[in-house]
């Protein structure tokens, strides 16, 4: 029965249709629904995405196996899989083979390979975890209690996955696994960069026929990137990697459009009924007063669907988050990458920048997250706590550890506070305090898989210098405006920023975190920043690009052999006003004196000659031949001036060339590295703010050691 199952759900899939009228009475096996769920859930509304398929078949080959799914059904049912909503992953026969052998057939897949033989770059452990389960069945608190105790279940991912599993009742493993499909943390992708440009013939050629290097080509060759000036120079294969949440519209709001639509067209139905009776009836006619009384009713319950579609809508809007950078929604972190060849390494997939905007903003501003009101009262205490440990963390703030160890907690107080009043923040998102760990595992596995010998990223000090503000601006005026500031900024005498109207929330995006701190707490009405004001961000920088990063990737590698070392990078291009400087204060180098000598000194002897001439007594010469000597001893230091300014030249190019750029931080691809990328990292890493209840319980342990 099993194989017949599985063409109902991939029809249903493909149709958003209920279930025949000939479905059988019998439910499916345990293993098979959840099997189903668990296809189902991560696959729905993705765009082709043939590189995963490898998961999916690990995904079913773990169930057990059922003899009766034969290959025959498994290809009638191909189809319906291919336009449903798990894409092109079932899109060959070989692949149809090869998961109705998992089901339990004996056929297996031949011909060519298939999209999918690598595994997610990701999975999940508590997941896992279910699958191989001893527990049967139990409540969601011993369900909770036995995933806790499983290696590499953190409680983030616990919060997350099963923070809203049923309180009462026994739930059954298969209904876990349900559970954790349906509720399960997925990461989408959008790469912006226009790599080379693909053949003609391959606009017509099916997805399935391409390999995953060819669809990443395709995917990217149409999509610009916004921010590739921001890179340091002999980088190639620009391109900017954006993680995101899903932002798919729940199940509630398209149900609720649905009813608003299906009502407009009945009351419009409605509406004609009603005119033609009153036109062909006399007045107080029944069948038109009856007319009129569905319609009345119709609208009322039009005006009813219509409020709850639009609270529901504003409820979706406030679970979005919006970058200012970026136009896609729900990026949880970016990474700008290129290539580049480092000597002695090889290869490197290198990381420009690597920042989450949604959770830089959560720890300024907290998160929305509304608190449960049996929770309030220790909430408040907690509060009470976390103000007091901020004061006395102040004073340390002067240190990077000390600054991030403070942003950290006021964040979490910030958070805490945002969940008691049920106001203010960004929407809750996980991996608050692990974005980084994501997105740095995301670029070992695609340097695993395309065959980079190293990953590398630009170190703190390059970082803070590209950003720089004494480099673009020469002073910044603030003017107090009521609630509001007037921000300008000029540049070698001209303005370059003008900002008449910025709220305080808005401060910071527009000078900065740093300078927004120092206006806001600044007792002046107006002030101007020049010099060393300007000069700020290197402290964060060098904490997160040369501390954080290389101890998270530490942590990856040191299980694999690998270790973060430093590799040279190409210096930063003087700016034009540098190289006018640097022109005016030059003088030639010995390379430069040896190479033009013969030619200065001929020029310098020919202006002594033509000097000696017109200065001796014993010679007559005419007013007219002393003039065009002079003329000569003219055109001879024109000749020398452009002659120094060639050596000149030539000597600032040298300098320029032999200045050593930063040195880059490089992990270096092993083989153990390569394979374990290969298989997938777990996407939960110890770790994440999460704040009251029974997970914050549960992350206060994890916080001091247990559950690693």
């Known amino acids: 029965m099993s194989d017949w199952w599985l063409g109902q759900l991939a029809r249903q899939d493909q149709y958003g249709e209920p279930p025949p009228a000939n479905w059988p009475e019998q439910s499916p096996p345990d293993a098979f629904e959840a099997a189903a769920a668990r296809v189902r859930a991560p696959y729905r509304n ?20 059922w003899a009766d799914v ?19 992953l079932l899109a060959d026969t070989s692949v149809a083979q090869e998961l109705a052998g998992g089901f339990g057939g004996t056929t297996k897949a031949v011909g060519k390979p298939v999209i999918g033989e690598l595994a997610s770059p990701f999975y999940s452990a508590a997941g896992r975890a279910v699958e191989n389960a001893k527990l049967g069945k139990g409540t969601g608190e011993q369900w909770l209690g036995y995933l806790r105790n499983q290696p590499g279940v953190k409680p983030e991912e616990l919060q997350y996955v099963f923070g809203n599993l049923p309180k009462e009742g026994m739930l059954t493993k298969a209904q876990m696994q349900a559970h954790a499909a349906e509720n399960a943390v997925t990461l989408g992708e959008v790469v912006k960069g226009k790599r080379t440009e693909l053949p003609e013939e391959w606009l017509n050629r099916p997805f399935e026929e391409m390999t995953p290097d060819e669809l990443a080509r395709l995917n990217t060759r149409d999509n610009p990137t916004k921010y590739s ?24 709001m398209i149900a609720a459009r649905d009813n608003v639509t299906r009502l407009e067209r009945q009351a419009a139905d409605q ?33 009813a669907a219509d409020e709850l579609a639009g609270r529901l809508s504003n409820q979706r809007a406030d679970a979005t988050f919006r970058s200012s950078h970026w136009d896609e929604p729900n990026v949880l972190a970016h990474v700008r990458t290129n290539d580049r060849e480092i000597p002695g390494v090889g290869k490197s997939l290198h990381v420009e920048e690597i920042q989450s905007d949604w959770h830089q903003k959560g720890r300024g501003e907290g998160y929305r997250q509304q608190i449960p009101e049996a929770e309030r009262p220790a909430a408040i205490e907690k509060l009470h706590e976390f103000e007091t440990r901020l004061n006395e963390l102040g004073p340390q703030r002067s240190t990077a550890e000390g600054a991030a160890a403070y942003d950290a907690l006021r964040a979490e107080a910030t958070t805490l506070r945002n969940r008691i009043t049920g ?31 190293a990953i590398s990223w630009t170190p703190g000090e390059a970082q803070a210098a590209r950003y720089d503000l004494s480099k673009h601006i020469d002073s910044l005026k603030w003017y107090r405006d009521g609630d509001n500031y007037r921000i300008s900024a000029g540049k070698d005498g001209e303005l370059v920023l003008h900002e008449p109207v910025v709220p305080p929330e808005k401060l910071a995006d527009t000078v900065g975190k740093e300078l927004a701190e120092k206006i806001a707490k600044s007792e002046e009405q107006h002030g101007v920043m020049s010099g060393l004001d300007l000069k700020v961000g290197g402290e964060g920088m060098r904490a997160f690009y040369d501390k954080m990063l290389v101890d998270k990737a530490n942590a990856i590698g040191k299980k694999h052999g690998a270790r973060v070392e430093q590799g040279p990078l190409p210096a930063e291009k003087p700016s034009e006003i540098e190289l006018r400087r640097l022109h005016d204060n030059t003088k030639p180098d010995e390379i430069a004196t040896a190479k033009y000598s013969k030619q200065w000194d001929e020029l310098v002897a020919d202006k002594h000659a033509i000097l000696a001439q017109n200065n001796d007594p014993t010679l007559k010469q005419s007013p007219l031949y002393k003039q ?43 083989p153990e590295l390569r394979a374990a990328a290969m298989k997938g990292f777990p996407l939960f890493t110890a770790g994440g703010l999460v704040v009251g209840g029974a997970m914050g319980e549960l992350a206060r342990q994890d916080k001091y050691g247990r559950n690693e």
Do not use: C
């Open 271 to 303: 509406m004609a009924e009603w005119k033609g009776l009153a036109e062909a009836s006399p007045p107080g006619d029944p069948a038109t007063l009856a007319a009129y009384q569905r319609l009345a009713s119709t609208r009322r319950e039009l005006g």
């Open 70 to 88: 034969a290959t025959e059904q498994m290809n009638k049912d191909k189809e319906a899989f291919r336009t449903g909503g798990i894409g092109s």
């Open 229 to 252: 000036q921001w890179q340091l120079p002999g980088g190639e294969n620009y391109r900017e990697t954006l993680l995101t949440l899903p932002s798919e519209m729940p199940k509630e």
């Open 628 to 670: 065009a000597g002079l003329a000569r001893i003219n055109q001879i230091e024109g000749e020398l001036d452009k002659l120094h300014q060639v050596m000149v030249s030539e000597t600032v190019k040298r300098v320029v060339a032999e200045r050593k750029g930063p040195a880059a931080h490089v992990l270096r691809i092993t």
């Open 423 to 453: 106001e203010g923040g960004v929407p809750d998102a996980p991996f608050k305090s692990t974005w980084a760990d994501v997105a740095l595992k995301r670029q070992i596995r695609e340097a695993s898989e395309k065959g980079y010998d």
């Open 46 to 65: 993705a765009a082709p995405v043939g590189a995963r398929i490898g998961q999916l078949a690990e995904q079913i080959t773990s169930m057990p196996s």
